[in-house]
């Protein structure tokens, strides 16, 4: 199956500082998805990007499949930025599985 | 517009015992998918559902069955729990947009269920 790598595992920033989060992926994608997960294990959909750049607000990312990775920018971190952040992709043909990544835990001090 | 809500929140089981989750979703939504994630990982996809009445086993479907008698709700479930199966249990949702491979698909989350089996 597709291997799906995030990194650093871990993160630790003070707030109003900024941060970049990759995703590595071992084969094709037809589809990729940011993911925060809040303190309170809830999910919450941040990008859909199978390629390209997106932003939204404090928030962007940037994929570039060919090369086989995303990334994921924070600016000015908030404590509420705080969580775990999931890469989750598509592989070509998968019958539209998602395959997480193991996650980069963020802690955002004030 | 509740988006997919799943029930209960939270269960503890013994050992053998026998336990349905159900994931509801009202954005008319045609593909379904149960994922569970365990301490330090990743989600990892159970079974999932392309349409009222198609499952289909994903990375870890042993020791669970699903059904998928209402294109609204998917139902996930433990014939016989065991230790192994504690574990935080998400649904998803997603539609598709376009016949290609390549067409649109995000998947939407619901809050999660924490089971615990003793």
């Known amino acids: 199956g597709i291997q799906v790598e995030q990194s650093p595992p871990d993160l630790i920033l003070q707030e109003g500082a900024n941060s970049t989060l990759r995703c590595n992926f071992s084969?094709?994608?037809?589809?990729l998805q940011w993911f925060h997960q809040n303190p309170w294990g809830q999910l919450i959909n941040l990008f859909y990007i199978p390629s390209g750049t997106k932003q939204n607000g404090r928030l962007s990312a940037t994929t570039v499949a060919t090369e086989r990775y995303s990334l994921l920018y924070i600016s000015s971190s908030q404590t509420t930025d705080s969580g775990v952040y999931f890469c989750?992709?598509?592989?070509?043909?998968?019958?539209?599985?998602?395959?997480f990544g193991s996650g980069t835990q963020l802690t955002v001090l004030p | 517009n509740a988006g997919v809500t799943q029930t209960p929140k939270f269960r503890v089981l013994k050992t053998g015992q026998s336990m349905t989750l159900l994931c509801a979703q009202d954005?008319?939504?045609?593909?379904m998918y149960w994922y569970r994630q365990d301490p330090g990982m990743g989600l990892r996809l159970i079974h999932y559902?392309?349409?009222?009445?198609?499952?289909a086993k994903g990375e870890v479907p042993d020791g669970y069955n699903v059904s998928r008698l209402k294109k609204q709700n998917f139902l996930l479930g433990l014939e016989s729990a065991a230790p192994s199966q504690t574990s935080v249990y998400f649904c998803?949702?997603?539609?598709?947009?376009?016949?290609?491979?390549?067409?649109?698909?995000?998947?939407?989350f619901g809050p999660g269920t924490r089971l615990t089996v003793l």
């Open positions: 954005m008319n939504h045609e593909y």
């Open positions: 998803a949702s997603s539609y598709i947009l376009g016949l290609a491979w390549s067409s649109y698909n995000e998947q939407f």
């Open positions: 989750a992709v598509e592989r070509s043909g998968s019958a539209r599985q998602l395959t």
């Open positions: 084969d094709s994608v037809n589809n």
């Open positions: 559902s392309v349409g009222e009445g198609t499952t």
